[in-house]
């Protein structure tokens, strides 16, 4: 009964990270991921190394590789476990709060900029929607209601007029 006491009220890894943390695992993650020019998601989190250091697993040459990310003073280093694949990139924060990397390897097609900011609250997102709807413009906002008016009306019409199987 302790144990299941203890286990239930620890938190897991994903609840004990601060947001600072989400947003410095998103730079590393992003920052590797463009640096092979792969997609965030094909790399694996393995886990922290002390405070800075963020480990991610991926395919890289012929095997399963381990990579050592360090986040501190706007740059993250990647070191590959065998360190035959080692990255310096710069970072910064903006006005916002949010982490930006502006980072284009030669060998990648990708042109973005890199954008990791804290996740919002329900509350922040409600107010976004709501600054987002009062900065349309009235025709786009009535453009939009006789659109949705057409097809529920389209919906009705066209299930009023299905055949209904004769009786015999």
Same mark, same amino acid.
């Given at each position: 009964m302790l144990v299941l006491f203890v286990l239930s009220h620890v938190p897991s890894p994903a609840q004990a990270r601060s947001m600072e943390e989400e947003r410095a695992m998103c730079l590393t993650r992003s920052a590797l991921? &463009? %640096?092979?020019?792969?997609?965030?998601? #094909?790399?694996?989190?393995?886990?922290?190394?002390?405070g800075n250091i963020y480990i991610f697993n991926s395919f890289y040459g012929a095997k399963y590789t381990d990579f050592f990310c360090k986040i501190e003073n706007g740059d993250i280093t990647i070191?590959?476990?065998n360190?035959?694949?080692? &990255? %310096?990139?710069?970072?910064?924060?903006? #006005?916002n709060e949010c982490g930006i990397i502006e980072y284009y390897p030669a060998s990648c097609t990708r042109r973005s900029v890199i954008k990791c900011c804290f996740p919002k609250s329900d509350k922040e997102l409600k107010a976004d929607k709501e600054m987002e709807f009062w900065q349309r413009s009235v025709?786009?906002?009535?453009?939009?209601?006789?659109?949705?008016?057409?097809k529920e009306l389209q919906n009705r019409t066209t299930k009023s007029s299905e055949t209904k199987p004769e009786e015999q």
């Open positions: 991921a &463009r %640096s092979q020019c792969k997609d965030p998601h #094909e790399f694996s989190y393995v886990g922290k190394k002390r070191i590959s476990r360190k035959k694949f080692r &990255r %310096s990139v710069k970072f910064y924060i903006d #006005e025709p786009d906002l009535l453009k939009e209601d006789q659109e949705n008016a057409l």
